[in-house]
């Protein structure tokens, strides 16, 4: 069965949401959005709330509390988000032996994998999870991890 989640969706860059990258290096400069970008606990600025962009004018939100809506996220805020998913749903069916495929943003991904191996705030920051390459975890009946690499072609 799939099942989908908000809490799996990529963290809210706030007032940078939809903007390019290079345009926001240029305007912020590239260490800043940097950042930004891969800090553990650092947001980059928030989104107006009555801007048309914030997630409590999408009615794929409408059934959430307002409260838990970002107007920003930084990766502490994101792993915050992430991780109830995490205890709640996804450990509960490792534990009954089922074979569990995560399908997320690079983000929440990093928020997994931090708790997962216990990477530190700051070297969360060296992280970086390709896009489409599949992240394998193997994790002892504790769920603590014991291997993981990409699966991949080479």
């Not at 990258?21 to 305007?27: P, S, V």
């Not at 749903?89 to 216990?118: C, E, F, T």
């Not at 060296?126 to 489409?132: A, F, R």
Request: aromatic share 8%; proline share 7%; net charge positive.
């Amino acid at each position: 069965p799939i099942e989908y989640s908000w809490r799996l969706n990529e963290r809210h860059y706030g007032a940078l949401q939809s903007l390019n990258k290079a345009e926001t290096a240029l305007k912020y400069g590239e260490q800043q959005v940097l950042k930004w970008r891969r800090s553990y606990n650092i947001s980059p600025p928030p989104l107006n709330k009555n801007d048309p962009q914030h997630p409590r004018f999408d009615k794929k939100y409408s059934h959430l509390n307002k409260k838990d809506l970002p107007n920003c996220e930084s990766l502490q805020d994101t792993e915050l988000r992430f991780m109830p998913l995490w205890n709640k749903k996804i450990k509960p069916n490792i534990h009954l032996n089922k074979k569990i495929l995560i399908v997320a943003h690079g983000n929440s991904l990093r928020a997994l994998v931090k708790n997962l191996d216990n990477i530190s705030n700051n070297d969360i920051l060296k992280l970086n999870i390709p896009t489409g390459i599949p992240l394998i975890h193997e994790l002892d009946k504790n769920l603590t991890s014991i291997k993981n690499y990409y699966l991949s072609n080479n």
